[in-house]
């Protein structure tokens, strides 16, 4: 199995914080992204990285914003929660090269808005 | 912007056979086929890089037509294991190629 790990798994907040979730990788893979999964919606790209301080907005990026000093880790912050923006958040790693390589995911971070 | 699958859901017995389709509306260099069971992480079942071509692993299989910017996943003889949701993810041509977009899935039941 690939080494990816997401932190926490699950987590309960309130409307109006900040929450940081963590995605870790040991395979020094250059592509990292992060997925937010709804149902009846699939997996929605919110930002993804090509490299340490390289990032760029995926298709829900609103209210998201990511951050990437290390290659191993990518973090996804929830500037201030919503309910909206309740969901199972997914991290992905790629040696991604155009297309060419598959992706491996983490287990998934299930996250809360009361 | 998502690709679209078809069909949304589907329900079929063990042994019988189940297409799932992927399109998408910007040119394609490459498409990607997920499956993820209920609760777990999406899991890799194959890639495909060029027009026409098709790949497969024991009795999944899947073809990708690079003009008509269209993939599809062929499951014959489903077996219970097959049931899950399918992903296709597509890597554009245009515009960043770094992005992997997937589609809203499919969903397939297995009955014994």
């Known amino acids: 199995d690939a080494g990816i790990t997401q932190s926490p798994r699950h987590k309960v907040t309130e409307t109006g914080t900040p929450v940081t979730l963590r995605c870790h990788q040991t395979?020094?893979?250059?592509?990292m992204y992060w997925y937010r999964q709804d149902p009846g919606h699939g997996l929605r790209l919110i930002h993804y990285?090509?490299?340490?301080?390289?990032?760029d907005k995926g298709e829900v990026s609103d209210g998201y914003s990511v951050s990437r000093s290390k290659t191993e880790d990518f973090l996804l912050t929830l500037e201030s929660a919503t309910s909206s923006q309740t969901s199972v958040y997914f991290c992905?790693?790629?040696?991604?090269?155009?297309?060419?390589?598959?992706?491996?995911f983490g287990q998934g971070t299930r996250l809360t808005v009361v | 912007q998502q690709p679209v699958q078809s069909p949304q859901a589907v329900i079929l017995r063990e042994g019988e056979d189940a297409v799932i389709n992927c399109s998408s509306s910007?040119?394609?260099?490459?498409v990607h086929w997920y499956r993820q069971k209920h609760g777990e992480a999406p899991v890799f079942l194959m890639i495909?890089?060029?027009?026409?071509e098709q790949k497969g692993h024991e009795k999944i299989s899947a073809s990708f037509n690079e003009k008509k910017q269209q993939s599809s996943l062929y499951l014959t003889a489903s077996q219970l294991s097959y049931s899950g949701t399918y992903f296709c993810?597509?890597?554009?041509?245009?515009?960043?190629?770094?992005?992997?977009?997937f589609g809203s899935g499919t969903q397939l039941t297995v009955l014994p």
């Open positions: 992905a790693i790629s040696e991604l090269d155009r297309g060419n390589t598959e992706a491996f």
């Open positions: 395979e020094n893979h250059r592509y």
């Open positions: 990285s090509y490299g340490v301080k390289d990032t």
């Open positions: 910007k040119a394609l260099y490459s």
């Open positions: 495909l890089l060029k027009g026409g």
């Open positions: 993810g597509t890597g554009p041509t245009s515009g960043s190629a770094r992005q992997l977009t």
